[in-house]
C-alpha cells in the first residue's frame, strides 16, 4: 500500500492514518531529543539508531513552516 492507495481509501480512518503516523513521528523525534535518547527506525529493512544530537541538529537546520 502506498500514499497514493490511503488518500483514496473509502475508509475514512485508513485515510487519516498517514497524517496520524506523521503526527506519532514527529513526537516521538521530539521526545527523543527531549530525552536525549536515540531514535530507532527501520530504513530498507535496516535497523538504525539515530543519536539525540543528529535529530537536533536536522530540525534547527529546517526552516521553521510556522
Known amino acids: 500500500m502506498n500514499t ?15 497524517v496520524a503516523l506523521r503526527r506519532a513521528a514527529l513526537a516521538a523525534r521530539r521526545t527523543a531529543i527531549q530525552t ?3 531514535l530507532v527506525i527501520v530504513e530498507q ?3 538504525q539508531r539515530i ?5 537536533a541538529r536536522q530540525d534547527a537546520d529546517k526552516p521553521q513552516t510556522r
Open 4 to 18: 497514493n492507495d490511503l488518500a483514496n481509501a473509502k475508509d475514512p480512518d485508513l485515510r487519516a492514518a498517514l
Open 36 to 38: 536525549g535518547t536515540h
Open 45 to 47: 529493512g535496516r535497523l
Open 51 to 55: 543519536p539525540a544530537a543528529d535529530l
